[in-house]
């Protein structure tokens, strides 16, 4: 619907309510791009985020995506958690039993903690504590800044949209049934025309992005990503070799579709 | 412009190219709330940060402003640099003899450094090294996530306004003369009443502003701000009491003054 409207009027913003799990935010910024559009989309979730200075999950990841079209490189594809890092991060170092840094998530008390398996505990029982905005703990790294970035996509996805927001996205009933998600999303896409002609900016695009990746290197690295790069890349391998699925993927997949009586490809 | 194109519209997206330093981005991000819309600020700047694995300053420090109107609450006020700090904070610890914190500034090496003197020679010198993106070096504290911000606001003010981007925002002569700056901003005004009735977007904003500043506090915090607030506070603090000027200030006030045969108000 973005697309449709800024095919028409040069600028197409669209909000949603009532919504649930978007699933991958760059699936829809990256629509926009084949229209030579540049593709925004952004969406609430539940509640995992404590704002700064706080103890308690307030805000979604809540993640913000934008891309752009280039001429001869890849395009440009941010699809970034406002959060410094998904809860999914948390639950390989627990898997790894690893200690997470400090920065990473606080304990119930509202402070860094190095525990990954407590911090998820007490996420689970919602008893306090949660990840940190980007930016981690405080102010000292602009721990501010992710959190007013996870605000911004509440305003956006739940205040303009009519859907709920903070720790309102997943309501329960009194005895804690769950009730339809309250999930909000925002959507846009701006078409590049009306600024400029369209070869010129990829073109840009082009020189912006090799100048980033050809600049000197830091001591132990030898490369420079632009982002998106590294999923473009692995979606190339994968397309040439298949996708590679973890064991425990691959059992879940064979017994849902035992259950549904529906084989597997690879059971065929 | 912006504004004026959303009274008719309902969204006004601006590019400029062929610009300087814009001063404060929520100056214009703010006036965009008094027409109950949302307003949106971005500029590129000097390069004074280094791309995740890089250690050559090539993205500014690029700040990202939105604004949105409240009911009974301030407005949400939304300004952050894309970078872990701005130059100034390092120049506050120069001068106050005090280490950095790792993961604010790098070295030539590329690697994070406590060494704020030795950063800002390089920086001067544009001898290598210089400001992290928000989240830090690499990719531990997602460091990406600042940097792929920074190219973000270098795309709608730059690729998109057809002015210069990364390193060469302010181009020099052969021999080192300065020559105009190609700085590029980007603006837009978001009406509210096009999504949803001004009154009930501005409620919930009153309560997502109530619901965060209610929540319980981590140990040792009196207090969860919204963005915005603390400027708030203290312009009405100045509009009572007067502006504090450091004396440098005053001096280099009165010097210019003295040159130009102009009185500071205090001389009066």
Known sequence: MAIEKAK????GLV??????????????GLMAINHD??????????????PTF???????????????PANRERPFCLDMATSVVP????????????????????????RSTTNAPEVLRNMLARAGGGILPLGGEGELYSG???????????????????AAFTANTYPKTKDGRPLPSLIGHFFGAIR????????????????MIRQLKESPKAVGQSRIYIHGEK???????QRREGITLPGRVIQSLEKIGAELGVKCPWQE
Chains 1, 2 share one sequence.
């Not at 706080?54 to 752009?68: D, E, H, K, S, Y």
């Not at 809860?87 to 509202?110: C, F």
């Not at 590049?192 to 020189?207: H, L, N, S, W």
């Open 144 to 162: 501010h800044k992710g959190y007013g970035l996870s605000v911004l996509v509440d305003i956006f996805c739940a205040a303009l949209a009519g």
């Open 54 to 68: 706080g103890r308690q999950m307030m805000i979604g990841t809540n993640p913000i995506c934008v891309c752009a």
């Open 15 to 28: 909000a949603v309510r009532n919504s649930n799990h978007y699933g991958i935010a760059a699936y829809y």
């Open 8 to 11: 028409k009027h040069g600028v």
């Open 192 to 207: 590049i025309d009306i600024f400029r002609p369209v070869e010129e900016f990829k073109d840009a695009m082009d020189r």
């Open 231 to 237: 999923e473009f890349e692995m979606a190339e391998k």
């Open 37 to 50: 559009m540049i593709g925004i989309s952004m969406t609430n979730t539940a509640p995992l985020v404590v």
């Open 87 to 110: 809860r999914g991060k948390l639950e390989v170092y627990q898997r790894q039993e690893r200690e997470i840094p400090l920065g990473w998530a606080v304990g119930k008390d509202g």
